[in-house]
DNA sequence: ATGTTGTATATTGGATACAATCGTGCAAGC
DNA sequence: GCTTGCACGATTGTATCCAATATACAACAT
């Protein structure tokens, strides 16, 4: 009986069709794979994924209330645009919230925390595949954070890189973007480790900073 | 010419259903007409708005998408419950990202919105109908925020504010809530109008502050 | 009495079918 | 040539129907 319970993993609450596709909708939108201004089609999504297009449409209109895709009426939903304001608006909102959690974890992070923190930087420093790069990015982020015991804060960071995520990606591909980042993941571990919150946060507060300001720069040069 | 295209509002663009149904159910939540855990039938919902479940649902999927309800597969969705803490943390989300657009907000503020919010507080202070004190709160918050130009953290303001409005309300029916809040409010409009950014974010900042600990004090006492 | 099992009902998830609307191309008229 | 009107296909919005699942309760065994 012991060995079935453990492996009893309750079927019913597996994900929905709906929570299939809107989960892949969202991968690949901020991974950049659907590109800006693309429209997205019920019906060829449906066939994608071999179901009808009420599921799909529900997926959508989840996407659609957090802001990534947005819809007209009769006509269609297409990817969100985001204006070079709007992105430097974004990264403005991470540098004001995402130091906030990393200051309040500080105090409260484990060392598994930190242990796996470490990983994920060194993972990041040592992984050849560009489209790899942003998942350890964002996975590194997300693991200092979670020990704030913040939810509401932490998912307003998410929705706010999910936003900008595709900016991020080119922004580490780019430049001198992956090395500096690097560097900054190591000293901003190295504050946590040494339990300054403060100098975390700072850190953290800067690094977006940066980022936002490389960007700015690549695309103003590029146009 | 001018003329009618200043009237010309999009016609084609009117609410769908679902958009219909969803800005009803918004509604109701965030005035607390709609306990919270209190489950929502998708057929009771479709048989109120002469409609079939389909727009119901697409409705409760983007409810879910900002919070509001919570969904469990084959149960229902049921209006979110939300703990003290999370209160808390929501009061101090706003008191962080509030005082930012009020300050960004002040250098560019209109002398038409400047009017527009002493109107709206002095409706605030004359209304006798205690249900419309929050409608216009809500409204003379908004209305102070809007020339900062800054649509994201203006949407993730209203996002907060939505999550807790009922609490608000609250707050603002017990106690000395209300007369508080219309002088914080006298003296907000005063700093914008004065073109003191900073102190206009203080304000804010404090007046947030003071209404998160009053109505913990509330919850407490009252259990 | 208590606990278990079968069954009926209520409710949600999804598929199919139909209605409403948009965009486009094309022909007619000026 | 340029505009106007219309027909048609493509696409979205919604209703209706069926399947999957949960819940409540009755029948039954111990």
Redesign the interface.
Known sequence: MEGLSARASNI???A?S?DVILDALRTAIIRGELAEGQTLRQDAIAKMFNVSR?PV??AL???????LVTS???KGVVVSRISVA?IQ??FD?RA??EP?LIAHAVPRMSQHSLDHAQQLCEAFAEETDGVRWGDLNRQFHSSLYLDAG????F??AEA?ND?IERYIRAQLSLGHGRALAIAEHQQIIDACRAGEAERAADLTRKHIVKASESLTRIITERG
Chains 1, 2 share one sequence.
């Open positions: 019913g609450a597996g929905s709906s009420i449409r529900e209109k989840q996407l659609e209330a957090s802001g007209v009426r009769y709007e608006e974004i909102f004001t919230v906030k913040l939810p509401y804060y998912a307003a706010a936003r």
